[in-house]
């Protein structure tokens, strides 16, 4: 059998992006299931919601944004710490970067070594790399949750934490008067999950019950195409529980049976990978799901911070 390629190294093929007008000043912009970011006006001011991996990555996003509106962005909030998020913040010049008070701790904690990691996995986002000057730092952070108010008439926008899930600082973007919320990676719409900085059981359970509990009837997640009316916005929640539930069902049997990571790891992929299988990265994601999984379940607690050379070792234990 040929080697897979490592994570999305293979990966070489441009994305089409389309940018997507919400509503009145609501924008998103999707690339078939690559990272997914948007942007929100207020009367005199953007709030943009992520930064995609570069600076050079994140001002061919502005451009398409400048066709709309040429506000000065104030707010650029960040979902969390994960470098093909944030790492292009400085390409803003925003006012205020946003984010939770976990997803700060985790920059300092393994924002380092993220960048390093994430740019290996998927060096096609990684545009310009040395474009970025270095960490990017929330200078504003919460709790529980922060409210925006936008101006005129355009209501307020909420930064809400639901709860541990994808990462420890996962935050999402509602509007409360348009019904629309920017989930993050706590949803993915027909994009496979990734979940190597996962808590599972809390976001299989109780964060993606507050996340449902907002009654959006738009949704734009971290990755796939944007859920337009509730009974779309339920079943991209839904998929994303079943991926979680599923995981934890299959590594929790091995886990249970005495069995092995890379036991784990085949019984997952041959549970998944006819329903996910030939979504956005999918196969790149899940040998490190599954290492993750079988961490959680045997009681560490905090995901092990991944770094290149984890990477590959954990790659080559599952794949070969």
Same mark, same amino acid.
């Given at each position: ?45 953007? &709030?943009?919601? /992520?930064?995609?991996?570069?600076? @050079? !990555?994140? =001002? ?6 400048? #066709? ?29 970067? &946003?984010?939770? /008070?976990?997803?700060?701790?985790? @920059? !300092?904690? =393994? ?6 990691? #994430? ?38 926008? @909420? ?162």
């Amino acid at each position: 059998m040929t080697k897979k390629a490592f994570a999305s190294s293979a990966d070489l093929t441009e994305k089409a992006q389309t940018l997507e007008v919400l509503a009145d000043g609501v924008y998103a912009l999707t690339a078939e299931g690559d990272p997914n970011i948007g942007a929100v006006e207020g009367e005199d001011f953007l &709030v943009c919601f /992520e930064a995609l991996a570069t600076p @050079v !990555a994140a =001002r061919e996003w502005l451009a398409k944004l400048r #066709e709309h509106t040429d506000k000065p962005v104030r707010y650029l909030v960040l979902s969390h710490y994960h470098a093909v998020r944030v790492l292009g913040a400085s390409a803003f010049d925003a006012e205020v970067i &946003v984010a939770h /008070e976990n997803t700060r701790a985790l @920059v !300092a904690e =393994r924002g380092k070594e993220d960048w390093e990691s #994430e740019f290996g996995r998927m060096p096609r986002l990684a545009k310009s790399a040395e474009s970025v000057p270095g960490l990017t730092w929330p200078t504003l952070t919460f709790s529980d949750h922060l409210t925006i108010d936008l101006g005129g008439d355009r209501g307020d926008l @909420v930064l809400q934490y639901c709860g541990r899930g994808h990462t420890e600082g996962d935050l999402v973007a509602w509007l409360p008067r348009q019904k629309i919320l920017y989930a993050g990676d706590l949803v993915e719409a027909e994009a496979a999950l990734y979940t190597g900085d996962a808590f599972h059981l809390e976001w299989s359970s109780s964060t993606l019950d507050r996340v449902a509990a907002f009654g959006a009837e738009t949704l734009i997640g971290g990755r796939g195409g944007v859920s337009r009316g509730a009974e779309a916005v339920d079943a991209a929640i839904a998929q994303t529980r079943h991926f979680l539930t599923t995981m934890l069902r299959e590594v929790g049997a091995v886990r249970d049976a005495g069995g092995t990571l890379k036991q784990a790891f085949e019984r997952t992929h041959a549970a998944l990978v006819d329903q996910y299988g030939q979504w956005p990265i999918f196969e790149h994601c899940l040998p490190f799901d599954v290492s993750r999984l079988w961490d959680e379940l045997g009681g560490i607690e905090r995901p092990v911070v991944w770094t290149a050379e984890r990477d590959r070792e954990v790659w080559d234990q599952l794949q070969d």
